[in-house]
């Protein structure tokens, strides 16, 4: 959420931040609103001062011996008033809450501008995309071979955009995600974290998927109020929502394997074939909570411990910088990795990194305590994926395949392949 203080002090240059995103700020309504809040909030105090005055009068009347019946009535219509006033102010204050809620964050000054993908800016490339002596296919027919990859069982338990992954293909799935988490615990000074799949609204709603992204998700019908986590980002992050940690705790640095589930909605008709957009797929995310002044560094080497993943596994891939219009809702900053695939013979999002500044803190009220200052001030939080496995799985059984439709096992990864060199 954005600073209060920054809506009301520069609201201009607020909107001109927001547009380079695309986003339409209702100005007027926002007036509105913020009139009415100010107007209530103003009645209730005056109110509030009035009850108390005359509370204090009849104390006074009373110790003189005097009547008092007039008096009390005052206090007692005050009182009504006042509680109508309350409810007034508490229903406007709802809504002007709920109108800030659904403001994205403003995109850093070094976020390129633009309004899609076609305008995000790369960065940099790693690895030349192999040359292939024959055709390559694609993950889905690879696949097909001793059905490693199975979408009809899979539709027919849970429907379209689901997946099931036989013998070796399951076991590769699982080694991918073994060494994504040991690299980043053993070399990138990452905590190993178990969190619960299954949240409260009110995590979402810190790290920035509700209200806005409610038909995203995938909700448990019933007595419970708990979603399925759309990433781990999600636990992470509010684990210390309504904390104030200490300066020597930080930086915080976590790592978590976990499934995700999205419904994408707003994907219909988009990556129909193979595993490139599902419902559930599984990723190792990386969270990252920081002092304000350190957040910038922290994400060119989050980035970093993202592109260690795909250079182990000697994967081509390139870094993008994404444009305002291409960013996620709590970002100020984003990189992508796109990782090279010969079945599409185009490279593939395969990680998205995000500094979002405070937004995310002050949803959560998460706060570290400066010592310059000894006061609770908002931390920055980053967050970014290390990497999809699904998706990894893909590229690497596309740019591994060899004519016979077996596949070459990174060096990296045969130790967690029980030393074989192909499937």
């Known amino acids: 959420m954005l600073d209060p203080k920054l809506l009301r002090g520069d609201l201009t240059e607020v909107i001109k931040k927001l547009r380079r995103r695309g986003f339409d700020f209702n100005e007027t309504r926002y ?34 011996g005097e009547a008092v019946g007039a008096i009390m009535q005052r206090v007692e219509n005050l009182g009504t008033e006042l509680k109508d006033n309350e409810t007034q102010l508490e229903a406007i204050q709802q809504l002007f809450l709920d109108f800030q809620l659904r403001i994205p964050n403003v995109p850093h000054v070094s976020v390129p501008d633009g309004v899609g993908e076609n305008e995000n800016v790369e960065v940099r490339r790693w690895g030349e995309p192999r040359q292939f002596t024959f055709k390559p296919k694609d993950h889905v027919a690879l696949g097909e071979k001793n059905q490693r990859i199975d979408f009809e069982r899979a539709a027919k338990i849970s429907g379209a955009r689901f997946v099931v992954l036989h013998h070796q293909f399951a076991q590769l799935q699982r080694a991918l995600a073994n060494f994504m988490m040991d690299v980043q615990t053993k070399q990138n000074g990452y905590e190993e974290t178990y969190v619960p799949y299954l949240v409260h609204d009110h995590c979402l709603l810190g790290t920035g998927q509700l209200p806005k992204f409610r038909e995203d998700q995938f909700s448990i019908a019933g007595d419970f109020d708990f979603t399925l986590i759309p990433t781990a980002e999600v636990p992470l992050t509010n684990l210390y929502r309504d904390e104030i940690i200490e300066a020597q705790q930080l930086p915080i640095r976590m790592v978590a394997q976990t499934p995700c589930f999205r419904s994408e909605a707003g994907s219909y008709g988009k990556d129909t074939r193979g595993m490139i957009r599902q419902h559930q797929f599984q990723k190792v995310e990386l969270v990252q909570i920081v002092k304000p002044e350190d957040s910038y560094q922290a994400l060119e080497e989050l980035v970093n411990h993202a592109e260690k993943i795909l250079q182990s596994l000697e994967l081509p891939y390139r870094v993008m910088a994404l444009c305002a219009g291409d960013m996620g809702f709590s970002a100020a900053k984003t990189y992508d990795l796109e990782v090279w695939l010969p079945g599409q013979n185009r490279y593939r999002e395969i990680s998205s990194c995000s500094n979002c500044e405070d937004f995310q803190a002050r949803r959560m009220q998460t706060r570290w305590r400066n010592p310059k200052t000894g006061k609770p001030e908002l931390v920055h939080t980053l967050n970014g994926s290390g990497l999809a496995v699904g998706r990894t799985l893909v590229a690497l059984i596309e740019n591994c395949q060899q004519e016979n439709g077996d596949i070459s096992i990174p060096r990296a990864l045969q130790p967690y392949m029980n030393d074989i060199e192909k499937i």
């Not at 001062?49 to 006074?60: D, F, M, P, V, Y």
Request: no cysteine; hydrophobic share 35%; charged share 30%.
């Open 31 to 64: 007036i509105e609103l913020e009139a009415e809040r100010k107007s209530l909030q103003s009645i209730t105090q005056h109110l509030q001062a009035e009850r108390n005055q005359a509370s204090k009068q009849i104390g006074l009347l009373k110790a003189k």
